[in-house]
């Protein structure tokens, strides 16, 4: 099993409160993710609470690396914390050579990497999945893919002190499996993100609304984790 940083570790715990206890965090589908080995872990992106949501989900298992915009390495004390997690800074509507490449070590180091193939928040609106996921696929096709559906984050803050989000994490692979060898990377991204958003449908911050009933899915046992 990869081991968390003390960084990362004291992250994830400051999140506890607000993410397990006032989120009511329920986690399944945790065991089709790898606890060795590189990964490549696809998730839907709706609120800033996604990517601490899907770290705590995931933090028994192994630590994600997120591919993260560089303006959070903007703001005081933050950095630090990012970097001690293994956060990789992006710069976005840029072509971050760097953080590719640092992306690809890390994953055949054996690492694990985060990616929102939309690139940034939905707001409610249909994004075009970027082609990154796709090209870290093929650079790394040893790496196994992963997705993860992220419901209810949107309503951590904006459903305070009246309405307490029931948010929900669930890890699956692929029903069309990897990337096949006809698909480009661009149409690799797409067909994940079309099946991560059938189980997640986009909705803007703040937005009230109904979260749909969790798939039921045979192949995995369903487990929870609230606080």
Not at 75 to 86: C, E, K, R, V, W
Not at 93 to 101: C, L, M, Q, R, Y
Not at 174 to 192: H, M, T
């Amino acid at each position: 099993m990869a081991k968390l940083t003390p960084t990362y570790r004291l992250a994830m715990a400051a999140s506890t409160p607000i993410v397990k206890w006032w989120g009511r965090l329920e986690v399944s589908g945790l065991e089709h993710l790898p606890a060795e080995g590189p990964v490549l872990l696809a998730g839907n992106h709706d609120s800033y609470w996604d990517t601490v949501a899907i770290g705590l989900a995931a933090a028994p298992k192994r630590p994600i690396h997120a591919l993260a915009k560089s303006e959070l390495w903007k703001f005081p004390g933050l950095g630090p914390i990012l970097n001690g997690m293994g956060q990789i800074p992006v710069r976005r509507n840029a072509s971050d050579v760097v953080a590719f490449e640092r992306a690809v070590e890390d994953l055949r180091a054996g690492g694990c990497i985060g990616v929102f193939p939309e690139g940034t928040r939905s707001r409610g609106r249909e994004l075009r999945a970027r082609s990154g996921f796709g090209r870290l696929a093929d650079l790394v096709p040893e790496a196994e893919v992963v997705l993860v559906s992220i419901l209810d984050t949107t309503t951590i803050v904006a459903g305070f002190p009246t309405r307490r989000p029931r948010i929900r994490a669930r890890f699956f692979r692929p029903a069309g499996g990897g990337k096949r060898p006809d698909e480009s990377a661009s149409e690799f991204s797409a067909r994940l993100l079309e099946e991560i958003r059938r189980e997640a449908p986009r909705v803007a911050c703040g937005r009230k609304g109904e979260i749909p009933p969790m798939p039921e899915d045979p192949r995995v046992t369903v487990g929870s984790s609230a606080g």
